[in-house]
């Protein structure tokens, strides 16, 4: 709109596929020799903040353009404000003034990727644009951040050099009010490929600096740096040489999940980042080197070529929310290799587990995202709702791009479990040895090779949440895999030992003996055929006689066989051949109770050896009412040495002669000892393959007076000691046996793991 000597105007503007818009309100005036600018308030909508100019400004341009002077020309949004006041001319004498307040730069989100936060305050002025430009600034930033990572306040001045086209540069760092950082030199804009000539000095500066670029490989660095830098290169891609001494360092391997310390010197040169034998500390002081070069390209496009030797060192200590495919903790004797870029790395480990290492193969898929001390590897191949609830709640490790090469000797002193059904208990667990080779392609696909032989364990039981027992796996046992880690196949015997009454069996005979139920598990992991047996091994020879045609009759009827065995795992007592109908059901004391009873005993056996994963107790609660508890029956084992050594004690805590075990029906005491049956067993070799048992009993085992038919025999504590020594080895052949033992010897040598002879990796 004209009026007199100006026109009025107001215009939209708006830039497509985006949110930048802008009332522009103001007037053009028309002066003898200039022309004047003037806005009047108006809006900006500019990467997503809307800032304002404020009225009562002006820009005068005169001189053919040559001469602009700007007074009082502010645009503000919330705290933050850009201002400019004076004159761009030719006229050296005259400058123009830039100010900044509280310019936040995550308001550059866009631009930089969200990367930096901090807020600015800088003051400026700028002369002779059209001549020999004059810079001068000073620059203050508060609470710098990088990627998250606080960098601190930085503060410092820029001088323009005119003749030479670049900036001098003064910039310190300041953490808790003391310079950690100081940076000296020049920026030269127009010759890109040297635009920076920076010397860099640490002094105690916090290695967590350096996160934002070591980032893609670790995470919660700590400790402090000393040492000079230089800084060559173009602002995108920089170079540095030199070195930097590290005290009390820390850094956590974000594939692995393990934090390391150390106290070492890192070298930097043009293309790498170089690391010479540096010794690591996990928690418990047990230490390993770490030596190779990590190349980049400007800190882009980094590749990694790393080697490690490791003794007893912690090497994976990861949990659900980390990584869904493996997690737990790991301790391993070995070497490690690391090479390629970061999207596409390969790892090559050759390692033996040590004490301390709890590894767990869970194909259940269970969803629960809890705490938990063993590594897991998931069942992919089942898909549920909450699982990929949990997927989207955390956050997860991308094992894309990784190719991962796993060759483990398992040794004893690793803790297995087997979770087929996490839910319901359904698990197999104990120690273990062999040879297990793991391997994850670039589509983290993962997969297993190799056997592992079970050398002492147990399994946990059960059948539509009406049967939950602990049978103890006997050693020999094997689990081997050839490729998909759900289609492995199981070769296991286990057995459930229970007190029982031979009366539905032998009539008037009410002796109390142990019956062993036996589980052979065979074929696919989760699918397995399953052969049952009974056994009576440790009875009185009189019984063994009549007990004889029960027994042979039992090898030609297997579902008789079948009946028997599940009376002993579900209602603790055997049943009248050809018929469940034999057992009572009387009030609070029916065989269902017990069978509930033998359910608690076991969750309480399993929260127990959640408190010391050496003690292992086990609960008989034969009914929950006031008499029955006399009866509590409890097993009650520790184990010492890394497990080689365990001792046990079972039975009774009672020692009421006429009461507490006084056989259903019978009127013949019972007595036990409060002191119980000892046991004490040693592995002479870790695999438990050799073992000697030392054993002390005082429970009653000789009942042949009742098997003779005296009501009123009058049974004592008998105690007997023993010492046995144990070999178990599995073979289809003496031949295979004999060969076996000369393969042994002859891969022993090439088991052997070489640790670098560097002085520094010498375990004290």
């Known amino acids: 709109m004209w009026d007199q000597e100006k026109i009025n105007f107001s215009t939209a ?6 949110t930048n818009r802008a009332q522009i309100n103001g007037s053009l005036g028309f002066l003898p020799d200039a022309v004047q600018l003037t806005f009047r308030q108006s809006g900006v909508n500019l990467l997503d903040k809307q800032w304002t100019i404020a009225a009562n400004n002006s820009v005068v341009i005169s001189n053919g353009g040559k001469e602009i002077d700007i007074q009082n020309f502010i645009i503000s949004n919330g705290a933050q404000s850009i201002s400019a006041q004076g004159a761009i001319s030719r006229d050296p004498a005259k400058e123009l003034a830039l100010n900044v307040q509280n310019f936040e730069l995550q308001t550059l989100g866009d631009f930089t990727d969200n990367r930096l936060k901090g807020r600015v305050n800088a003051q400026g002025t700028v002369s002779n644009v059209f001549g020999q430009l004059a810079l001068n600034t000073d620059l203050k930033v508060d609470s710098l951040r990088l990627d998250d990572v606080l960098l601190g306040n930085v503060e410092g001045k820029g001088t323009w050099d005119a003749p030479n086209a670049r900036m001098a540069v003064n910039l310190d760092v300041e953490r808790e009010n003391r310079r950690v950082v100081n940076v000296t030199g020049t920026f030269t804009p127009q010759d890109v490929p040297n635009q920076l000539n920076l010397v860099g000095v640490l002094d105690e500066a916090p290695v967590k600096l350096a996160e934002p670029i070591l980032n893609t490989l670790f995470k919660d660095l700590g400790g402090t740096a000393v040492g000079r830098l230089q800084v060559t290169g173009k602002l995108a891609a920089p170079h540095l040489v030199g070195s930097l001494d590290v005290a009390n360092g820390k850094l956590t391997f974000i594939y692995l999940g393990t934090t390391y310390t150390f106290s070492d010197r890192i070298t930097f040169t043009d293309d790498r980042i170089a690391l010479n034998n540096i010794r690591l500390s996990d928690p418990l002081g047990n230490s390993g080197t770490i030596d190779g070069n990590i190349y980049h390209n400007g800190f882009q496009d980094m590749r990694l070529d790393l080697r490690a030797n490791f003794r007893k060192l912690q090497a994976l200590n990861t949990t659900r929310r980390d990584n869904d495919l493996y997690f737990g903790t790991a301790y391993a004797t070995g070497t490690a290799r ?27 898929n269970a969803a629960k995202a809890q705490q938990a001390n063993y590594i897991r590897f998931v069942n992919h191949n089942i898909r549920d709702t909450t699982t990929v609830q949990i997927a989207t709640d955390t956050a997860k490790l991308d094992l894309s791009g990784l ?30 040895s062999g040879q297990l080779r793991l391997n994850i392609d670039t589509r983290g696909d993962f997969n297993m ?17 009406l049967v939950n027992k602990e049978f103890v796996i006997r050693p020999g046992g094997t689990i081997a895999w050839n490729g998909d880690p759900l289609q492995g196949q199981m070769n296991l015997t286990a057995a459930y030992t ?18 062993t139920a036996v589980m052979n598990l065979s074929g696919p992991l989760l699918l397995p055929q399953i052969n049952l047996n009974l056994e009576f091994n440790d009875i009185p020879s009189s019984l063994e006689g009549d007990l004889a045609p029960f027994l ?14 599940f009376s002993l795992i579900v209602f603790r007592q055997l049943t009248s051949p050809g018929t469940l109908s034999s057992v009572s059901f009387r009030g609070s004391d029916n065989a269902f109770g017990n069978s509930v009873g ?43 040495l890394n497990g080689r050594l365990r001792i046990t004690r079972e039975g009774g805590f009672t020692n009421n002669y006429n009461a507490a075990n006084t056989a259903p029906g019978s009127t013949v005491p019972v007595q036990t000892s409060f002191l119980g049956d000892l046991s004490l067993e040693y592995y002479l070799r870790p695999d438990g393959k050799f073992r000697a048992r030392l054993r002390y009993e005082t429970t009653p085992r000789d009942f042949s007076a009742l098997a003779a038919g005296s009501s009123n025999a009058n049974l004592q504590n008998q105690q007997r000691a023993g010492l046995s020594l ?39």
């Open 726 to 764: 144990l070999h178990t080895e599995q073979f289809n052949s003496f031949r295979e046996l004999f060969a076996r033992k000369r393969v042994r010897r002859r891969d022993a040598a090439r088991r052997e793991l070489n640790i670098d002879d560097d002085p520094r990796t010498t375990i004290k």
């Open 403 to 432: 190719r991962l090469n796993m060759n483990l000797d398992v040794t004893p002193d690793a803790y297995v479990e087997i979770l087929l059904d996490e839910s319901t208990g359904d698990i197999i667990r104990g120690t273990a």
């Open 598 to 640: 033998q359910v608690l005993s076991t969750q309480l056996s399993v929260l127990t050896s959640q408190i010391d994963p050496n003690l292992e107790i086990s609960f008989n609660l034969n009914g929950l009412s006031a008499e029955q508890l006399q009866a509590l029956q409890v097993r009650l084992s520790y184990s010492f």
């Open 552 to 565: 042979s009759a039992l090898r030609n009827d297997e579902q008789e066989l079948n009946r028997q065995v």
């Open 449 to 465: 090779y190799g056997q592992i032989e079970i050398v002492r364990g147990a399994y946990n039981f059960t059948l539509q949440g």
């Open 338 to 364: 690391v090479s390629g870029p970061t999207d596409d790395l390969l790892v090559n480990v050759s390692a033996r587990s040590e004490a301390g290492t709890r590894l767990s193969l869970p194909f259940d």
């Open 498 to 515: 229970q007190r029982t009454s031979v009366a539905p069996l032998l009539g008037s005979n009410t002796s109390v003996v142990p019956v």
């Open 13 to 18: 503007l708006a830039q497509t596929n985006t």
